[in-house]
């Protein structure tokens, strides 16, 4: 299958499947359909050619595949009876894109239904609106595969034991269920972010679903400036052969000035909207910060770090934590971070994780302390399971131990 055929299949697979089960219902089964619908597609496209309209065919070729299924059940009659009665309550065809109506969007709230607990919402809804397998999920949560794939069955059993409607919940209902879309919506996009950006993609445009629906919530309108202001850095983020490079030494042409235009106005917008900032309002306002900087020496850290304080108080994150240790380095000095740094020593959320490392690593280098750097930056890249990483975290290893000097008073030892 070629990368293009593939990206293009991946990317329409939840519209399809939103308008499958919006037309017929039976959303295990349907899921099924679908994905024999993207397996034929990978199969004949790259021969065939891709269709004028790839979404009518697979929605088309899903469709045919599902009746098919629940006609070869023992229960034929019945089965087309309710296929049958189903179909007319939706009026437009399945397989046109409408502008005025998104059947992705229905789909995730329906993911996100109250009737799923919020460890069924997230993976059901990676898997259904977002696209990832099954496997890509168990890795995200650190499980097997095999109870990832137990946990979203039983997600889909009970969607359709429910008899959950497959329509946009009404405004209160909306209000319900927003912390795991949004929550949901963040995770694919960070998936995308870190090496497949039609996820990244995708989570931006269901974001912008999301916020026509409810233009007036703050951390809704956050969480969109968020992906923007982040996503515009997406052509500086790697140099050659797949490079890492950190955000202080990207070359910040590259950035996307449109996006970080509109993620800028989207996140000023944001912190109007409630009398109490949210989490993703306040991480767009600091990533806002960071890309209204022409250069990395005019980033104005004392406002980030005043940013990161406010947001150590709406959320119990450690790595909430590790950021500001940055901040505060890059504002006051790196022996104030590396003291806010021993905070985090005991948390078993973060202890021995790589990003703990590594930062203490760049404390050290801007301290001066560049033997010990090198051997928190080598302890770092042993941690890290990402091989861009691991490649960068070795390069600053080598280059903090060439410039290595006299031991200074402060050196700390890989944890």
């Not at 977002?130 to 009970?158: D, H, N, S, W, Y």
């Amino acid at each position: 299958m070629s990368v293009s055929v593939g990206d293009l299949v991946r990317g329409l697979a939840p519209r399809v499947l939103g308008a499958v089960v919006r037309r017929y219902g039976h959303f295990d089964a349907a899921e099924d359909a679908v994905q024999e619908a993207l397996i034929a597609a990978a199969a004949q496209w790259p021969v065939d050619g891709t269709p004028d309209d790839p979404l009518a065919w697979l929605v088309r070729v899903a469709a045919n595949k599902l009746v098919d299924a629940l006609r070869s059940d023992g229960a034929r009659r019945r089965r087309e009876e309710t296929v049958g009665a189903e179909a007319p309550v939706v009026s437009p065809a399945a397989d046109e894109d409408r502008v005025d109506s998104d059947d992705t969007l229905v789909l995730l709230f329906l993911c996100c239904h109250p009737a799923l607990t919020p460890e069924a919402q997230i993976p059901l809804t990676l898997r259904a609106v977002g696209g990832l397998t099954t496997e890509e999920i168990a890795r995200a949560f650190l499980v097997p595969p095999a109870t990832m794939a137990k946990r979203i069955t039983r997600a889909k059993q009970r969607v359709k034991a429910s008899g959950i409607g497959f329509r946009l919940p009404p405004p209160a209902e909306r209000a319900d269920r927003l912390g795991a879309v949004l929550h949901v919506l963040y995770l694919v996009f960070n998936e995308g972010y870190t090496g497949r950006e039609e996820l990244a993609a995708e989570a931006i445009r269901l974001a912008r679903a999301v916020h026509r629906a409810l233009p007036g919530d703050g951390e809704v309108t956050g969480l969109l400036a968020l992906m923007l202001l982040t996503d515009a850095r997406r052509a500086a983020r790697t140099g050659p052969g797949g490079a890492l490079v950190p955000l202080a030494d990207q070359d910040r042409d590259l950035w996307d000035e449109a996006a970080i235009a509109e993620g800028s106005r989207l996140a000023a917008v944001a912190l109007t909207r409630d009398p109490v900032f949210g989490p993703y309002q306040l991480q767009a306002a600091i990533a806002a910060v960071h890309d209204e900087a022409r250069t990395a020496a005019e980033t104005d850290w004392a406002q980030i770090l005043a940013l990161y304080h406010l947001l150590e108080q709406v959320s119990e994150n450690p790595v909430v934590t590790l950021n500001r240790a940055v901040a505060t380095a890059m504002a006051h000095g790196p022996a104030e971070g590396l003291d806010l740094l021993d905070t985090l020593a005991d948390d078993p959320r973060v202890a021995g994780h790589h990003r703990l490392v590594a930062v203490r690593a760049h404390l050290l280098a801007m301290a001066g302390d560049h033997a010990a750097a090198s051997e928190h930056y080598r302890a770092a890249a042993r941690l890290t399971l990402s091989a861009p990483e691991r490649d960068y975290l070795l390069a600053k290893a080598r280059l903090s131990a060439s410039s290595a000097g006299p031991p200074l008073s402060r050196r700390k030892r890989p944890s």
